[in-house]
């Protein structure tokens, strides 16, 4: 299988202000935040930017956010960070105000590799996400749609908790709906929903991209190595210093420790080993 290419080391990457366009709340406990960062608009979809959220004790340190989209049309360059509100950090960052700044380092991190996408035109793209999960495969379908057909499979806990399902229509991707309580698309778990799709297509050509919890990762990885599909995994590790120095964001392959911050945060799935 092919293996994920030489990761750039992310500390060269520019820190910089980036001005708040727009911080809106899109449902309940969940904001989009728009930013005029110019330099950040040759992000890779799945690299991710730490942001300085405040000064005080439980905000000092940088918290990492993924690009929901990347936006280069004509002179607008501007990046979106889709967001869950789950604790102090996010929390203020919730209440930042349109025309303030944030501190920001980015883009770090490998991103996504969608280099085969350009040359297998006929290739099926499966993304494949659980909750917030979802804000890093907006780009990564905006991205794909035009290299060939993107299936996009949004699985939460209920129906509020589904997001972005209008934004992967308008790249035209097919998009698939689970929830576990059956308020909206199918009941069940949105992995039931990957296996019945893959027991329909020819594994070969489909490719698995996947961000969301632990236990959701996991599953897909064991779907796709049954199958023989090549499959990329985002992890959202928890993150401290973001630049491969504290170790706290260490995860075993089979190539021994990797950080998420340096090595990551997108890893093949045959590499990781699961707890
Ligand atoms: C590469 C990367 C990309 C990310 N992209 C996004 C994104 O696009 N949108 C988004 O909403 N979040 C994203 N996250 C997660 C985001 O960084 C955390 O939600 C944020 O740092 C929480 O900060 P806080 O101060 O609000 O909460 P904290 O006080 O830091 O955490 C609150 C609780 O959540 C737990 N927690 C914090 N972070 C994580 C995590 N990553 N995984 C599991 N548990 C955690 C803590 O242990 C604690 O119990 C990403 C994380 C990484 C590593
Ligand atoms: S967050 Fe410190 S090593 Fe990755």
């Not at 439980?58 to 004509?74: D, E, M, V, W, Y």
């Not at 303030?100 to 499966?126: C, E, M, W, Y």
């Not at 706290?248 to 990797?258: F, S």
């Amino acid at each position: 299988m092919k293996q994920m290419p030489t990761h750039k080391k992310n500390r060269p990457s520019s820190k910089k202000k980036a001005i708040i366009l727009n911080n809106v709340k899109v449902a309940d406990g969940y904001f989009k935040l728009s930013l005029d960062a110019p330099w950040m608009a040759q992000a890779r979809p799945g690299q991710f930017m730490q942001v300085k959220i405040g000064d005080d004790f439980k905000t000092l340190l940088r918290k990492p956010f993924g690009f929901h989209r990347i936006i280069k049309s004509g002179d607008r360059k501007l990046v979106e960070i889709l967001y869950k509100v789950i604790g102090p950090g996010t929390e203020a960052l919730s209440k930042k105000n349109s025309r303030g700044s944030l501190d920001i380092i980015g883009p770090l991190g490998n991103g996504f590799d969608v280099s085969t996408a350009k040359t297998r035109r006929q290739a099926t793209h499966i993304l494949v996400a659980g909750g917030i999960g979802v804000a890093p495969l907006v780009a990564l379908a905006e991205t794909l749609a035009p290299k060939g057909k993107v299936y996009a499979l949004i699985g939460a806990s209920t129906r509020s908790h589904i997001l972005c399902e209008k934004e992967f229509k308008d790249c035209g991707a097919e998009t698939l709906v689970t929830t576990e309580d059956g308020s909206k698309g199918k009941k069940g778990l949105i992995t039931d929903c990957l296996k019945a799709l893959l027991s329909t297509m020819n594994h070969q050509l489909s490719t698995i991209y996947a961000c969301g919890p632990k236990a959701m990762l996991k599953e897909v990885s064991r779907l796709s190595k049954k199958k023989g599909s090549p499959c990329q995994i985002l992890l959202e590790e928890y993150m401290a210093c973001g630049v491969g120095v504290c170790l706290g964001c260490a995860v075993m392959t089979k190539e021994g420790y990797k950080m998420v911050c340096e090595d990551g945060p997108v890893f093949e799935a045959s590499e990781v080993i699961w707890a």
